[in-house]
């Protein structure tokens, strides 16, 4: 008689732990917490994303210092200043001129020889 109260509990038990797991895992696979899951991937990747960026501003500072003191810019006052930048029309115009020198020069040009092997014929 305890023999199959035992076996009887036993199998009671089994049958409430699996009839358990496979409600948790259909709980998992519904869509509601598959979007919550994502979205918690989602969140937890943003985060990582963002201390690698702060990690790679923090290697570039780190890397700066090192070539200021190599450079030996360590003093701010010892930093030379950029050229002032040109203003767009001086590039235009300059960029005007250079073609307008080309062209003139084309259409001056003297035709050279003449030949299939670009050579005077003789």
Do not use: C, I
Request: no cysteine; glycine share 10%; hydrophobic share 30%.
């Amino acid at each position: 008689m305890f023999r199959r109260a035992f076996w009887f509990t036993t199998g009671a038990a089994a049958g409430v732990w699996a009839t358990t797991k496979v409600n948790r895992k259909l709980r998992k696979l519904q869509p509601d917490s598959l979007a919550a899951q994502a979205a918690d991937k989602a969140v937890e990747t943003g985060q990582r994303l963002r201390q690698f960026a702060l990690d790679v501003r923090t290697g570039m500072a780190d890397r700066e210092g090192q070539l200021h003191e190599a450079l030996g810019l360590t003093d701010p006052g010892d930093a030379r200043e950029l050229p002032p930048a040109r203003s767009r029309g001086a590039l235009e115009t300059t960029q005007y001129r250079s073609t307008q020198h080309q062209l003139t020069q084309h259409r001056t040009r003297t035709p050279g020889p003449t030949g299939p092997t670009g050579n005077e014929d003789h």
